[in-house]
């Protein structure tokens, strides 16, 4: 929380510094100002939040310990050229004691094939299948009991999202550093919002490595993930 008002405090600094160095420019150089001012003033914690919360419902989706779901409903579909979650063509719960099913709203042979090639390419070893449940189209996928090679299967898929998010805050604090830059701050007021933005962004980055580390220990028969320097 204090790193949060801290960062907030900066937003202004760097919006009025913008705005008076506005006025010495011509008009064609003003909507250029405007356009870096309305960078500045982003709330990159904010951002970063953004970032952690996607990433929580990322792990959401991958558990093979137990269906959930989570696990299915948010995987992404493409129909026809268009990008879509899953829970979004169906109704998604559990059948005990160890399947999902997604009662389809409008069932077409496009949407069944593009759902089941979403969960089939997923990573996790599933296999659905179209059932007719009481009269509902639907798709049905069942949870195998985790093996060695799944739980491998699920540590490599979490590495792997676990650096696209730290890559997403690696990118935040670049743009941050950016505009302390373009806001031409005095050098011990930059250096000290530039240290300030840092250290959050290495603590955003060691929350998803230890979430990541957390959610296969949990998720996946005790299988840790490996630290990472």
């Given at each position: 929380p204090h790193t949060h008002r801290a960062l907030h405090t900066t937003q202004p600094m760097l919006s009025s510094k913008k705005k008076k160095s506005a006025r010495t420019v011509d008009s064609a150089s003003v909507d250029t100002q405007h356009n870096v001012e309305a960078d500045s003033n982003v709330q990159w914690d904010t951002k970063m939040d953004e970032v952690v919360e996607s990433f929580r419902g990322t792990l959401g989706t991958y558990d093979v310990a137990r269906p959930s779901p989570e696990t299915v409903q948010n995987?992404?579909?493409?129909?026809?050229?268009?990008?879509?979650?899953?829970?979004?063509?169906?109704?998604?719960?559990?059948?005990?004691?160890?399947?999902?099913?997604?009662?389809?709203?409008?069932?077409?042979?496009?949407?069944?094939?593009?759902?089941?090639?979403?969960?089939?390419?997923s990573g996790m070893d599933l296999n659905p299948r179209i059932e007719n449940l009481h009269g509902t189209q639907s798709v049905v996928v069942q949870f195998p009991r985790p093996t060695r090679q799944a739980r491998d299967a699920m540590i490599k898929l979490l590495r792997s999202k676990g650096d696209e998010y730290k890559t997403q805050i690696r990118v935040i604090r670049k743009s941050w550093n950016t505009a302390i830059r373009r806001a031409k701050l005095p050098e011990d007021t930059a250096r000290g919002v530039s240290t300030l933005c840092n250290c959050f962004g290495v603590c955003v980055w060691q929350h998803l490595h230890v979430r990541t580390h957390t959610h296969v220990c949990v998720h996946t028969g005790g299988e840790p993930l490996p630290e990472k320097d």
């Open positions: 995987m992404t579909v493409n129909v026809n050229g268009v990008k879509s979650a899953i829970g979004s063509f169906g109704q998604v719960f559990v059948r005990p004691p160890n399947s999902v099913v997604v009662a389809l709203f409008d069932p077409t042979p496009a949407v069944e094939t593009a759902i089941c090639a979403a969960i089939s390419s």
